[in-house]
Protein backbone atom coordinates (compact mmCIF):
# COMPACT_ATOMS: atom_id res chain seq x y z
CA UNK A 1 0.00 0.00 0.00
CA UNK A 2 2.58 2.24 0.97
CA UNK A 3 6.27 1.81 -0.31
CA UNK A 4 9.22 3.60 1.18
CA UNK A 5 12.44 3.83 -0.09
CA UNK A 6 15.11 5.31 1.77
CA UNK A 7 18.65 6.42 0.22
CA UNK A 8 22.00 8.45 1.50
CA UNK A 9 23.49 6.28 3.90
CA UNK A 10 26.94 5.01 4.40
CA UNK A 11 30.15 5.36 6.04
CA UNK A 12 31.71 8.70 7.18
CA UNK A 13 34.71 9.76 9.09
CA UNK A 14 33.92 11.39 12.37
CA UNK A 15 32.96 15.35 11.70
CA UNK A 16 31.43 13.97 8.04
CA UNK A 17 27.96 15.07 7.03
CA UNK A 18 25.28 12.26 4.89
CA UNK A 19 22.03 13.39 3.76
CA UNK A 20 19.43 10.66 4.06
CA UNK A 21 15.86 10.97 1.80
CA UNK A 22 12.81 8.84 2.03
CA UNK A 23 10.57 9.02 -1.07
CA UNK A 24 7.13 7.39 -0.27
CA UNK A 25 4.93 6.07 -2.78
CA UNK A 26 1.21 4.45 -2.79
CA UNK A 27 -2.29 5.26 -3.08
CA UNK A 28 -1.58 7.98 -0.23
CA UNK A 29 -3.90 10.45 0.06
CA UNK A 30 -2.39 12.16 2.78
CA UNK A 31 0.58 12.59 5.00
CA UNK A 32 0.77 13.55 8.50
CA UNK A 33 4.07 13.03 9.91
CA UNK A 34 7.48 11.93 8.17
CA UNK A 35 10.19 11.68 10.01
CA UNK A 36 13.37 9.40 10.76
CA UNK A 37 14.36 6.79 14.05
CA UNK A 38 17.31 4.78 14.15
CA UNK A 39 18.50 1.74 15.74
CA UNK A 40 21.84 0.95 17.45
CA UNK A 41 23.55 -2.34 17.29
CA UNK A 42 21.98 -3.60 20.97
CA UNK A 43 19.70 -0.93 21.49
CA UNK A 44 16.34 0.03 21.05
CA UNK A 45 14.92 2.27 17.79
CA UNK A 46 14.83 5.26 19.11
CA UNK A 47 13.47 8.90 17.52
CA UNK A 48 15.94 10.83 15.45
CA UNK A 49 13.36 14.09 14.63
CA UNK A 50 9.86 13.74 13.30
CA UNK A 51 7.95 16.57 10.71
CA UNK A 52 4.29 17.39 11.01
CA UNK A 53 1.60 18.37 8.54
CA UNK A 54 1.69 22.12 10.56
CA UNK A 55 5.49 22.14 10.03
CA UNK A 56 6.42 21.63 13.56
CA UNK A 57 9.43 19.80 14.20
CA UNK A 58 10.59 17.29 17.11
CA UNK A 59 14.00 16.57 17.72
CA UNK A 60 15.82 14.44 19.61
CA UNK A 61 18.52 16.23 21.61
CA UNK A 62 21.81 14.20 20.83
CA UNK A 63 20.93 15.51 17.06
CA UNK A 64 19.32 18.87 17.37
CA UNK A 65 21.81 21.38 16.11
CA UNK A 66 23.29 18.99 14.29
CA UNK A 67 20.87 17.08 11.93
CA UNK A 68 18.08 19.21 9.79
CA UNK A 69 15.38 17.68 8.32
CA UNK A 70 13.50 19.35 5.17
CA UNK A 71 10.04 17.95 3.71
CA UNK A 72 8.93 17.92 -0.11
CA UNK A 73 5.32 17.66 0.24
CA UNK A 74 4.99 17.81 -4.30
CA UNK A 75 7.46 14.67 -3.85
CA UNK A 76 6.21 12.99 -0.87
CA UNK A 77 9.73 12.64 -0.12
CA UNK A 78 11.37 13.88 3.80
CA UNK A 79 15.40 14.48 4.01
CA UNK A 80 17.42 14.69 6.62
CA UNK A 81 20.63 16.36 6.77
CA UNK A 82 23.29 14.93 9.12
CA UNK A 83 26.17 17.19 9.68
CA UNK A 84 29.27 17.17 12.39
CA UNK A 85 28.38 13.28 12.86
CA UNK A 86 29.82 11.28 15.58
CA UNK A 87 30.61 7.41 16.16
CA UNK A 88 27.50 7.43 18.69
CA UNK A 89 25.39 8.32 15.58
CA UNK A 90 26.29 4.79 14.48
CA UNK A 91 22.86 3.29 13.47
CA UNK A 92 20.14 2.16 10.96
CA UNK A 93 18.17 5.06 9.94
CA UNK A 94 14.46 4.02 9.23
CA UNK A 95 12.01 6.51 7.25
CA UNK A 96 8.66 7.10 9.57
CA UNK A 97 5.24 7.77 7.89
CA UNK A 98 1.92 8.31 9.17
CA UNK A 99 -0.79 8.89 6.19
CA UNK A 100 -4.15 8.29 5.19
CA UNK A 101 -4.81 6.33 1.89
CA UNK A 102 -7.54 6.83 -0.74
CA UNK A 103 -10.51 5.36 0.71
CA UNK A 104 -9.62 4.84 4.13
CA UNK A 105 -10.93 7.35 6.80
CA UNK A 106 -8.20 6.64 9.72
CA UNK A 107 -4.08 7.14 9.79
CA UNK A 108 -1.70 4.64 9.43
CA UNK A 109 1.74 4.72 10.31
CA UNK A 110 4.77 3.23 7.88
CA UNK A 111 8.66 2.29 8.23
CA UNK A 112 10.95 2.13 6.26
CA UNK A 113 13.59 -0.77 6.01
CA UNK A 114 16.52 1.18 6.87
CA UNK A 115 19.78 2.87 5.51
CA UNK A 116 23.09 2.08 7.18
CA UNK A 117 24.88 5.00 8.57
CA UNK A 118 28.49 4.02 10.11
CA UNK A 119 30.66 7.17 11.37
CA UNK A 120 34.09 5.74 11.69
CA UNK A 121 37.62 6.82 11.40
Known amino acids: QVQLVESGGGLVQPGGSLRLSCAASGNILSIHTMGWYRQAPGKERELVVL???????NYADSVKGRFTISRDNARNTVYLQMNSLKPEDTAVYHCYVVVKLTGWTSWHDYWGQGTQVTVSA
Open 51 to 57: YSSDSST
